[in-house]
């Protein structure tokens, strides 16, 4: 640590001592590059160096980046903390050291100092931006950076740090690449926590219109979460009639072009506030105010583009007459916002720009972020006077010419079967399981439901490996394909079958079963052979003598009254019975005739022989 203190106060330029002094303090392995354990050792002597630094920085009662500065030749030297950020950062840079050692003595630098010394310490920051963003010391430290930020955003005030706040989103839009899916709100969730509070009760001696006062400011409330709307009818008619009221008094009250050019709206940016105030008693000055009006109208602009945008589901998507609702308030909206001077032509079309870029991010989110960087095209120069020749395919271009000399090359590859695998279908369908899981948080219209492509191979799958998965396509659509045992326990309840209704479903399939497998045997039966069937049984009964029971059950039988026809029914199948086993037995007496028939031919055969 030592050696640290002396390099920080030495002169010149941190490339000649830099890296001596971490040979001299570390005793490397390696004479230019530091390993794991020895990059750790050096990471905790220099964070317990500025912790020192920042210690006696606040003894003294200096700022923390001006710190053990000092007046040489009528020139003032470097404070020992920004000395010391540079030796590290040259060592990270020529990757002498570990690459994100330097983002993490910032982000423990902004943890110990207070507001006041983070904004010093950030414009070194910004000052070192191009250097800190270079790849190699981008990837090891972009998400400590990130999170550095964000906790500066967190300890500031939006109210009274605008401006502080400002240069970090800044700096972070300029830090990350621009298809950086960390800044990105993928979700599109909205700021609900901002409230509006106004007066809810008329107040004494104020002669404005109290009802439509509180009308206006009502309107935040839907401004500040817009799908809040979509599918509660109540809200929208409640929306659309304060909506109404306020554009009707709008457009009976419009500004003069006079009144235009008496507010400055460059002097008002200058003192530009966050939210307006609600008092009623400013009602009528905030009317008279074209800003206002502006703000008001554009957030109605907003809004409607909000119901609008793409990639939303069927769900979130607004019915026929909400359509046409927007379309009317929309144009309302835009020809008030030309009413207001001043130049409110020139206003509405920078506003529409804005939200057609707007639609755009939303259909870059929608369709997963990909990134807007493309590679640069090596172009190779032709020599002057050389012209350069079309070369000539056998098969007419260069694919189907290379393909067939694979052919003949490699004659086994179609019939190889490495060459294309069947996945297994609890692999196929564990994505669209992920997104059925409400605890993943994941969007619908991100679904993979929505991949028609997706969706069609995987009926495939499940057709040959899961018949059963396969079944419940019919009631449930294509999330009820996905194998049970990949779902949680909530959503798996939905799509499993009751017992009940499994052991309904298998009686009725073998009652079907059954009766087909009858009227088949009954059909496949000739009409013959049931005469000579029936005809020998009745041979057979009148050969057989009668019973006393039988004489019984034919008294009975004569003195019942006329057969109903449930009777007649259960006599008929009776008789189908009485014919199949009938037909049974003759086909067993033919085949023992034949057996005797084989029997006696080969006695006589013996007996001859």
Avoid at 190 to 204: I, L, R
Avoid at 386 to 394: F, L, N, V
Avoid at 524 to 549: F, I, K, L, W, Y
Avoid at 573 to 589: F, L, M, N, P, W
Wanted: include cysteine; hydrophobic fraction near 35%.
């Amino acid at each position: 640590m030592d050696l640290f203190r002396q390099a920080i106060l030495r002169q010149g330029p941190p490339e000649e001592f830099a890296l001596l002094t971490v040979q001299e303090a570390i005793k490397p392995q390696k004479q230019t590059k530091l390993v794991q354990d020895e990059n750790q050792l050096l990471e905790n002597i220099l964070r317990s160096l500025l912790q020192e630094l920042v210690a006696a920085a606040v003894q003294s009662g200096q700022k923390v980046m001006k710190y053990g500065v000092s007046i040489v030749d009528g020139e003032s030297s470097q404070g020992q903390i920004p000395r010391l950020l540079d030796i590290v950062l040259y060592l990270c840079e020529k990757e002498h050291v570990e690459g994100g050692m330097i983002f993490q003595l910032l982000e423990d630098l902004t943890e110990m100092s207070t507001m006041r010394n983070c904004e010093d310490i950030f414009g070194y920051i910004e000052s070192k931006q191009d250097i800190l963003g270079k790849p190699e010391l981008f990837a090891r430290g972009k998400l400590v950076m990130l999170r550095t930020c964000n906790q500066l955003l967190r300890r500031l005030s939006k109210a009274n740090d605008v401006v502080f706040c400002g240069r970090i989103i800044m700096f972070l839009a300029h830090f990350f690449p621009l298809s950086e899916r960390s800044a990105v709100n993928i979700k599109g969730v909205f700021n609900t926590s901002n409230e509006t509070k106004y007066e809810t009760e008329v107040p004494e001696g104020i002669s404005i219109d109290f009802n439509f006062y509180r009308t206006l400011w009502s309107l935040q409330e839907y401004f500040c979460n817009p799908p809040s709307l979509i599918n509660a009818p109540g809200k929208w008619h409640k929306f659309t009639s304060s909506l109404t009221l306020v554009l009707n008094t709008f457009e009976a009250q419009p500004l003069s072009d006079e009144e235009g050019n008496a507010h400055n709206l460059e002097d008002d940016a200058a003192t530009f506030n966050i939210k307006y105030l609600t008092s009623s008693k400013l009602m009528g000055l905030e009317l008279k105010d074209p800003s206002f009006r502006r703000h008001v109208l554009v957030q109605c602009l907003i809004l409607f583009d909000y119901l609008k945008a793409p990639g939303k589901s069927e769900k979130e998507l607004p019915s026929e007459a909400m359509k046409e609702e927007i379309k009317t308030s929309e144009e309302r909206a835009k020809k008030l916002l030309e009413m207001t001077p001043p130049t409110g032509i020139d206003f509405l079309h920078s506003i529409e720009h804005i939200l057609e870029r707007e639609r755009n991010w939303v259909w870059w989110k929608r369709d997963g972020c990909p990134p807007f960087e493309k590679q640069p095209v090596e172009k190779k120069l032709v020599q002057d006077g050389t012209k350069k020749r079309r070369p000539r395919w056998s098969l007419g271009n260069k694919e189907l010419s290379q393909l067939w000399k694979w052919a003949d090359q490699y004659s086994n590859a179609l019939t190889d079967a490495q060459r294309v695998s069947t996945p297994a279908i609890t692999k196929y369908w564990k994505p669209l399981a992920e997104d059925m899981d409400e605890s993943a948080g994941i969007e619908a219209e991100y679904h993979h439901k929505n991949n028609r492509v997706y969706c069609w191979k995987g009926l495939r799958f499940s057709a040959r490996q899961d018949l059963e998965g396969f079944s419940r396509f019919t009631e449930h659509g294509i999330e009820g394909v996905v194998p049970l045992e990949l779902l949680p326990n909530e959503v798996r309840a939905r799509y499993q079958a009751k017992p009940s209704e499994r052991t309904k479903r298998t009686k009725k399939e073998d009652t079907k079963n059954s009766a087909q497998q009858a009227e088949e045997n009954q059909i496949a039966t000739p009409p013959s052979e049931m005469d000579n069937e029936v005809g020998q049984a009745d041979r057979e009964a009148s050969a057989a003598p009668m019973d006393t029971d039988a004489g019984i059950a034919t008294v009975n039988i004569s003195q019942e009254e006329t057969p109903t026809p449930e009777d007649n029914q259960k006599q008929s199948s009776d008789t189908d019975v009485a014919q199949e086993a009938g037909q049974t037995e003759a086909d067993t007496e033919a085949e023992t005739a034949m057996i005797d028939g084989e029997t006696d031919a080969e006695d006589v055969t013996d007996t001859a022989g």
